[in-house]
């Protein structure tokens, strides 16, 4: 129904805003990512929306992205898992971060999130596969352990997932883990 709003931001109360569109006042539950880059009270902004109406309550989230909307969309679909524990994820880990540990079946990342037990993060981990690490990760390429290994080893030294990843691609594909890591810091420093 509301699937985007733009007007002036009157109120940062995390993790809710108050945006003033044209006289009418919107309360808006943001997760803290899109949070931290909203501008100063008083400026304009303009936030991807879900609507969400409950018996009780009608509700409205925002974000600052596309992906962060989708991954919201995709997460609220999962059987025990509702906009708050959504909201929760997407505060705790970004929409790349979940992805990566979505398609690298990593359920200790999604434990660390508030609210999220083990049980849940291995559902998250199931129900997700396919539709949100594949679709917005960039690291579906992944094939073999060592390659898991390289990726993960990249990632720590700083390099972003654009630039692990494409290093990942150059490699031939039954490199060893060592080999990977130097062939790729290589191509990296090129």
Do not use: W
Not at 68 to 95: C, D, H, N, W, Y
Request: glycine residues 12%; hydrophobic residues 45%.
């Amino acid at each position: 129904m509301i699937g985007k709003l733009t007007g002036t931001l009157l109120e940062k109360n995390p993790p809710e805003v108050l945006l003033d569109c044209h006289g009418v006042g919107y309360d808006v539950n943001v997760p803290m990512s899109t949070f931290y880059n909203l501008p100063a009270v008083g400026e304009r902004v303009s936030l991807l929306t879900q609507f969400i109406v409950r018996e009780d309550a009608q509700l409205l989230y925002g974000f600052g992205t596309a992906p962060e909307r989708q991954a919201f969309r995709e997460l609220i679909k999962i059987s025990g898992v509702g906009p708050r524990t959504a909201l929760s994820i997407l505060s705790g880990m970004g929409v790349g971060d979940l992805a990566q540990a979505i398609t690298l079946q990593e359920a200790g990342r999604l434990v660390k999130v508030p609210g999220i037990g083990k049980k849940t993060a291995e559902r998250l981990l199931l129900e997700l596969k396919g539709k949100l690490g594949a679709d917005m990760g960039a690291h579906a390429q992944v094939t073999s352990d060592a390659q898991v290994d390289i990726l993960q080893a990249l990632l720590a030294l700083g390099y972003n997932d654009k630039e692990a990843a494409a290093a990942l691609k150059a490699l031939p594909p039954d490199v060893g883990v060592s080999d990977g890591i130097k062939l790729a810091l290589k191509a990296l420093a090129k």
